[in-house]
């Protein structure tokens, strides 16, 4: 299907899809196929319809465009067209406007990850060459030192309403430029390898796969600065939807579910476990597509929801720099729990390897996978982790897997370290399973029958939580270098 064909299905058209899509196009002729476009034309079509909602209660189309306007005619006075913003802070209304303003500006506009320090926000500062931080929370108190002395810091909550309208603008596209998660090194902004048009072709076979409906209430418990929180902005923006921010802890996802008929469900596999957790599952009746990604899928943890929601989940992969690449559905879990299902449309993807690197429309991403007869991909981890143990390579996505069918083992990381046998050895950290009492000499010899020796771990390390980013991404840099363990740690004794 292509790409008209199937924002024709969803019914973001309406009753007169002629009248619509030539306001569309008059819209995105006048600013530009951007967000801020994308908002301007719910804006005259649907103004009272809502159009995000956080923890301060909702916004329409028409409110979020006036307030996205106040922001342009602020900025204006100091932000010139291709200057580079930096946006840092959580989801809210009042980011998504900021957004919306930066890229009606023309700005080069830098999202920042909350979720690092004030000495990397000032890195990519100097790196990216900002001419003007806007922030929320401690940040403004957080950053002096750390950032440029002569760079301008705004809050926020300093960008009360303006005096005047936003002056008129041609129509600009401020670009976007995101930071790479840091899981596998220091983070790194990136610009979007895909063209509009194959990203056009991408975004028709996604929504031809997906159950997506107009105006469909949207969960979004994911940072907005990241790319699949931002295409799921952008997403919500094309459907008309009232897309709801929700904090990402277990009860805020399931009370936004059940009290606000929630039909469309965004988020990674840490919260998807999050959700599921413990006794206090819930139901969610207008819950009918659950979009997965960012980080690896379990098995047991995907045969878990299907059990719970229904066949309503869907595991989307992708990166930064490619775009989205694959997606599995429903169908495919149950035959392929993990997988990440078959290439998009518009997407050329090769392996080179039984087990080989994934090369899309000729970049190297850096991810290991294999293909079943039946053409899904399952991903096997980093190339640039493979290990290698007395002449054997290893994956530490499989020892970790491996590892995680003991009872007790919630989630597991392993990582090399220097052993005079088999010239790398495994140290293990693991997290237990609420409620499970075990030693790490009880989890050794529970792990003599399904590990060979050279794969068993030398040392086991048990921690609270491993150390994740946002969106879920395990921080292998970020393990602890010594043992800090909860219970204690052990060597695994040389006899077989």
């Not at 596209?173 to 899981?183: A, D, K, Q, R």
């Not at 270098?481 to 909860?486: I, L």
């Amino acid at each position: 299907m292509n790409l008209p064909a199937a924002i024709r299905r969803t019914g973001v058209l309406g009753p007169q899809p002629a009248r619509a899509a030539l306001g569309l196009g008059w819209t995105l002729l006048r600013h530009g196929p951007t967000l801020y476009g994308l908002a301007a034309w719910n804006a005259r079509r649907i103004p009272n319809a809502v159009a995000l909602v956080d923890e301060h209660g909702p916004l329409t189309y028409a409110e979020l465009l006036a307030r996205a306007d106040a922001i342009t005619a602020i900025l204006s006075r100091q932000v010139k067209p291709g200057a580079a913003v930096g946006l840092l802070g959580g989801n809210s209304t009042e980011f998504v406007a900021a957004l919306l303003a930066c890229v009606r500006l023309g700005a080069r506009t830098v999202l920042l990850n909350t979720s690092h320090s004030a000495a990397e926000i000032g890195r990519v500062e100097r790196e990216q060459q900002l001419s003007l931080l806007i922030c929320d929370g401690d940040w403004p108190e957080r950053l002096p030192g750390q950032v440029d002395a002569g760079l301008t810091v705004l809050s926020l909550s300093e960008l009360g309403p303006a005096d005047a309208k936003s002056p008129p603008f041609l129509p600009r596209i401020g670009p976007l430029v995101l930071l790479t998660s840091g899981s596998t090194g220091t983070p790194r902004a990136v610009r979007s390898r895909v063209g509009l048009w194959a990203g056009l072709r991408v975004a028709g076979a996604l929504v031809d796969a997906l159950p997506l409906r107009a105006g469909a209430p949207t969960l979004l418990p994911l940072p907005l600065f990241h790319g699949h929180g931002l295409a799921t902005l952008g997403m919500a923006l094309a459907l008309g939807a009232p897309l709801h921010l929700c904090r990402p802890t277990a009860e805020a996802m399931w009370r936004t579910l059940q009290q606000e008929g929630i039909e469309i469900l965004v988020l990674v596999p840490t919260l998807l476990h999050r959700l599921l957790d413990g006794p206090d599952r819930r139901a969610a009746p207008a819950l009918h597509t659950i979009v997965c990604g960012s980080a690896p899928l379990g098995a047991p943890l995907a045969l878990s929801a299907l059990d719970h929601f229904g066949d309503v989940l869907f595991n989307l992969y992708g990166s930064t720099e490619t775009g989205l690449i694959s997606l599995a559905t429903p169908a495919d879990l149950r035959a392929a729990p993990g997988s990440v299902g078959r290439a998009l449309r518009g997407v050329t993807l090769e392996l080179r390897g039984e087990v080989g690197r994934v090369i899309v429309n000729g970049h190297d991403t850096g991810d290991l996978a294999s293909r079943d007869p039946a053409g899904r991909l399952t991903l096997q981890g980093r190339a640039d982790e493979l290990l290698n143990c007395g002449g054997e390579n290893v994956l530490p996505a499989s020892l970790e897997d491996r590892i995680a069918t003991l009872d007790e083992v919630a989630e597991c990381a392993v990582v090399g370290v220097p052993c005079a046998e088999f010239g790398t050895g495994i140290h293990a950290y693991i997290v237990l399973k609420f409620g499970h009492e075990v030693t790490s000499e009880q989890l050794q010899d529970q792990l003599r029958p399904l590990l060979p020796r050279m794969f068993r771990p030398q040392k086991i390390t048990l921690l609270d939580a491993l150390p994740r980013t946002p969106t879920g991404k395990l921080l292998r840099s970020r393990l602890p270098a010594e043992a800090h363990m909860k219970l204690g740690a052990t060597d695994e004794p040389s006899s077989p």
